[in-house]
């Protein structure tokens, strides 16, 4: 613990402590171990990298034509199949479908994200509290929560995109306002065992506040439920964001997402089947990759609840 | 036991009340209204017809007239739809977005429980993997690809169901199997789950040592207990469906709930989006309340304790 250095009392160490592994370097080390959570985990790295790293392709002279601007349209060169120029084929207007893809990616990656951490930031927090305080707080809390448990989220995510206007952060925000109850009740169990360890005891006989004592001492403990359950709701509200923009809720053009895509391709299916089919594997790549490695990191952070 | 259903029977009230006031506040608080689209009519006459819905009031009367007249089940009149009321509307959408529900639900239950039960029954063989990656499948493909997938295979290509359109019996079936295969391949992972959970306990030990059959235990000793966390997700799996529907409806074009819960958001059609949530709140209460239900049936801890802690 970092907080016994600062106690003047302490014996001053002469030599290096043995270093014992954490629990998070324990984890990745037997992460490593399950093959099929490392290849989603590098699937998933390089499609990231490829969404947010490609849209600069076109400042970098030799790989600006493998990625041209995804709404320049070629009359001319129309449903073109995959080629040189076109690596996936072009549209109906003549724009390429891979740097489409790539484009799209970024702002379904980019929801996923940022609404996943503000989701995991509410959830966490107020996990944390409710456990940490216990009785009367703790229960009108929880009945709080049990009650959010039972709304329909995604009407009011509709009702809170489509009648606030649509902005892309707004889209998010409603997302992860949904999406962190069961995220809190996951870290109200850690911390409800985690108070009563014999540091959570040592930091309060030291005095400290129990603000003090929820965010440094108790809520990096919860490090890997949070990490599982980050992995598994990036899948889950990409999956949302989709669903809103395919109904034409969501992300508005000139934006595009993997769902606004989807949707562009299913509508033009029967003439056109590139359009839907690629959007779609790549969409579902990355939410197989998310929730295999979520699995991969649940068995690796807690091996007794390996899935079988 | 009665203590707790009783818990949640107030519990969902409260849940229901909180829906539709947050509903109710989040529509007036946003900009926009009913008749700000059409521009023609004169600023005297929408003041007029603000008077004559009540929206000239001020907002709390406003909010206890709706739950004044929402206890009588009167909904009020349809500002999109002239002419009807919200009951007519969605009397006219709810049946079909029931029967499309309930036949993915049942999709659900009748793919994803049997390939649970194989796949636990064969745990870590050729059987379990291979129906497993089919079920992980199932969950990555989201509905709104296999929807136009099986619209223009089974619809157009093979001709065996109309493509789009709510006209003949068999109508639902498509919609249905798009909105099951997700909840298939979920109920499969978690029944599976549940069932090598039973498997582990020292009752199946017990049984086997004395000599039961295989297929005796699975069916007296552990799909009991096994199918608990099915049980329990059915819940939530309820409310999936219905965002579900909102999908499945735009891609078959079926005259459902879901479609004129879009059009009204987009209309805002104030009466007509709290109708909706309304009712689809009063199912999804009810469905959790049925659930709750069968959860104490099906778990004897649950039966003795007064307020047990949720699973």
Same mark, same amino acid.
């Given at each position: 613990?970092?907080?016994?250095a600062?106690?003047?009392?302490?014996p001053?160490v002469?030599?290096?402590v043995e270093?014992?592994t954490?629990?998070?370097?324990?984890?990745w080390l037997?992460?490593? %171990?399950n093959?099929l959570?490392?290849?989603?985990?590098?699937?998933?790295?390089?499609?990231?990298?490829?969404?947010?790293?490609?849209?600069?392709?076109?400042y =970098?002279?030799? @790989?600006?034509?493998?990625?041209?601007?995804?709404?320049?349209?070629?009359?001319?060169?129309? #449903?073109?199949?995959?080629?040189?120029? *076109?690596?996936?084929?072009?549209?109906? @207007?003549?724009?390429?479908?891979?740097?489409?893809?790539?484009h799209?990616?970024r702002?379904?990656?980019?929801?996923?994200?940022?609404?996943?951490?503000?989701?995991?930031? =509410?959830?966490?927090?107020?996990?944390?509290?409710?456990?940490?305080? #216990?009785?009367?707080?703790?229960?009108?809390?929880?009945?709080?929560?049990?009650?959010?448990? #039972?709304?329909?989220?995604?009407?009011?995510?509709i009702i809170?995109?489509?009648?606030?206007?649509?902005?892309?952060?707004?889209?998010?925000?409603?997302i992860?306002?949904?999406?962190?109850?069961t995220m809190?009740?996951i870290?109200r169990?850690? =911390?409800?065992?985690?108070? %009563?360890?014999?540091f959570?005891?040592?930091?309060?006989? @030291?005095?400290?506040?129990?603000?003090?004592?929820?965010?440094?001492h108790?809520?990096p403990n919860?490090?890997?439920?949070?990490?599982v *359950?980050?992995?598994?709701?990036?899948?889950?509200?990409m999956?949302?964001?989709?669903?809103?923009?395919?109904?034409?809720?969501g992300?508005?053009?000139?934006? #595009?997402?993997?769902?606004t895509?989807? %949707?562009?391709?299913?509508?033009?299916?029967?003439?056109?089947?590139?359009?839907?089919?690629?959007?779609?594997i790549?969409?579902?790549?990355?939410?197989?990759?998310?929730?295999?490695?979520?699995?991969?990191?649940?068995?690796?952070?807690?091996?007794k609840?390996?899935?079988? | 036991?009665?203590r707790?259903?009783?818990?949640?029977?107030?519990?969902?009230i409260?849940?229901?009340?909180?829906?539709?006031?947050?509903?109710f506040?989040?529509?007036?608080a946003?900009?926009?209204?009913?008749?700000?689209?059409?521009k023609?009519?004169?600023?005297?006459?929408?003041?007029?017809?603000?008077a004559? /819905?009540?929206?000239d009031k001020?907002?709390?009367?406003?909010?206890?007239?709706?739950?004044?007249?929402?206890?009588?089940?009167?909904l009020g009149?349809?500002?999109?739809?002239?002419g009807?009321?919200?009951?007519?509307?969605?009397?006219?959408?709810?049946?079909v977005?029931?029967?499309?529900?309930?036949?993915?639900?049942?999709?659900?239950?009748?793919?994803?429980?049997?390939?649970?039960?194989i796949?636990?029954?064969?745990?870590?063989?050729?059987?379990?993997?291979?129906?497993m990656s089919?079920?992980?499948?199932?969950?990555?493909?989201?509905?709104?690809?296999?929807?136009p997938?099986?619209?223009? /295979?089974?619809?157009?290509?093979?001709?065996?169901?109309?493509?789009?359109?709510?006209?003949?019996?068999s109508?639902?079936?498509?919609?249905?199997?798009t909105?099951?295969?997700?909840?298939?391949a979920?109920?499969?992972?978690?029944?599976?789950?549940?069932?090598?959970?039973?498997?582990?306990?020292?009752y199946v030990?017990t049984?086997?040592?004395k000599g039961?059959?295989?297929?005796?235990?699975?069916?007296?000793?552990?799909?009991?207990?096994?199918?608990?966390?099915?049980?329990? /997700?059915?819940?939530p799996?309820?409310?999936g469906?219905?965002s579900?529907?909102?999908?499945?409806?735009?891609?078959?074009e079926?005259?459902?709930?879901?479609?004129?819960? &879009?059009?009204?958001?987009?209309?805002?059609d104030?009466?007509?989006?709290?109708?909706?949530?309304?009712?689809?709140?009063?199912? &999804?209460?009810?469905?959790n309340?049925?659930?709750?239900?069968?959860?104490v049936?099906?778990?004897?801890?649950?039966?003795?304790?007064?307020?047990?802690?949720?699973?």
């Amino acid at each position: 613990m970092s907080d016994a250095a600062s106690i003047d009392s302490m014996p001053v160490v002469p030599e290096k402590v043995e270093k014992g592994t954490s629990l998070t370097r324990d984890a990745w080390l037997r992460l490593q %171990k399950n093959k099929l959570a490392m290849i989603c985990l590098w699937v998933f790295a390089a499609i990231a990298a490829l969404c947010f790293i490609g849209p600069y392709f076109k400042y =970098i002279p030799g @790989l600006r034509e493998v990625l041209p601007d995804p709404n320049a349209t070629h009359l001319s060169e129309r #449903s073109q199949l995959p080629n040189a120029t *076109y690596l996936l084929g072009s549209d109906h @207007l003549g724009r390429d479908i891979f740097s489409r893809v790539v484009h799209g990616g970024r702002v379904s990656l980019m929801v996923g994200l940022l609404a996943t951490l503000v989701s995991i930031t =509410i959830g966490v927090v107020y996990g944390a509290i409710s456990g940490y305080a #216990s009785g009367r707080t703790d229960a009108v809390m929880m009945r709080i929560v049990d009650i959010l448990y #039972s709304m329909p989220f995604m009407i009011m995510v509709i009702i809170l995109t489509t009648m606030f206007g649509n902005q892309l952060w707004l889209l998010f925000v409603a997302i992860g306002a949904v999406e962190w109850v069961t995220m809190a009740r996951i870290v109200r169990g850690q =911390i409800m065992s985690l108070k %009563k360890q014999e540091f959570v005891e040592a930091a309060v006989s @030291l005095g400290y506040s129990d603000a003090r004592i929820i965010f440094r001492h108790l809520i990096p403990n919860t490090i890997g439920p949070v990490i599982v *359950y980050t992995t598994l709701t990036v899948p889950s509200v990409m999956l949302l964001e989709a669903v809103l923009s395919y109904l034409g809720l969501g992300v508005q053009p000139p934006d #595009s997402s993997w769902g606004t895509l989807i %949707k562009e391709g299913a509508d033009r299916m029967q003439s056109d089947p590139a359009l839907l089919v690629f959007p779609a594997i790549f969409f579902s790549a990355t939410l197989f990759c998310l929730n295999f490695l979520g699995d991969g990191l649940r068995d690796a952070f807690d091996p007794k609840s390996s899935k079988d | 036991m009665f203590r707790f259903l009783l818990n949640r029977l107030l519990q969902s009230i409260v849940a229901l009340i909180a829906i539709i006031s947050i509903t109710f506040f989040l529509a007036r608080a946003a900009p926009g209204g009913p008749f700000l689209e059409e521009k023609a009519i004169p600023p005297h006459i929408v003041k007029q017809m603000e008077a004559y /819905y009540g929206l000239d009031k001020p907002l709390p009367v406003q909010w206890l007239t709706y739950m004044g007249n929402f206890i009588q089940g009167d909904l009020g009149p349809s500002f999109g739809n002239k002419g009807y009321t919200v009951n007519e509307v969605i009397a006219q959408g709810l049946p079909v977005s029931l029967t499309i529900g309930l036949g993915g639900l049942l999709i659900a239950l009748g793919i994803g429980v049997p390939i649970g039960i194989i796949a636990a029954a064969r745990q870590n063989q050729f059987a379990d993997y291979s129906l497993m990656s089919l079920a992980m499948m199932g969950i990555c493909l989201p509905t709104f690809v296999t929807g136009p997938l099986l619209s223009i /295979y089974l619809g157009i290509k093979f001709g065996w169901f109309n493509a789009t359109g709510w006209n003949e019996p068999s109508d639902w079936f498509l919609p249905s199997l798009t909105l099951g295969v997700f909840y298939a391949a979920y109920i499969a992972r978690l029944s599976r789950g549940g069932i090598l959970d039973i498997l582990r306990q020292d009752y199946v030990r017990t049984a086997r040592a004395k000599g039961v059959p295989e297929w005796r235990i699975m069916v007296r000793h552990t799909l009991r207990g096994g199918l608990l966390p099915v049980v329990i /997700y059915l819940g939530p799996a309820i409310s999936g469906l219905i965002s579900g529907s909102f999908i499945v409806e735009n891609i078959f074009e079926l005259p459902g709930l879901g479609t004129h819960f &879009i059009v009204a958001t987009t209309n805002r059609d104030y009466t007509l989006i709290l109708g909706t949530v309304a009712v689809y709140a009063v199912l &999804i209460l009810t469905m959790n309340f049925l659930v709750d239900i069968a959860q104490v049936y099906l778990n004897p801890r649950l039966r003795s304790s007064t307020a047990p802690e949720k699973a």
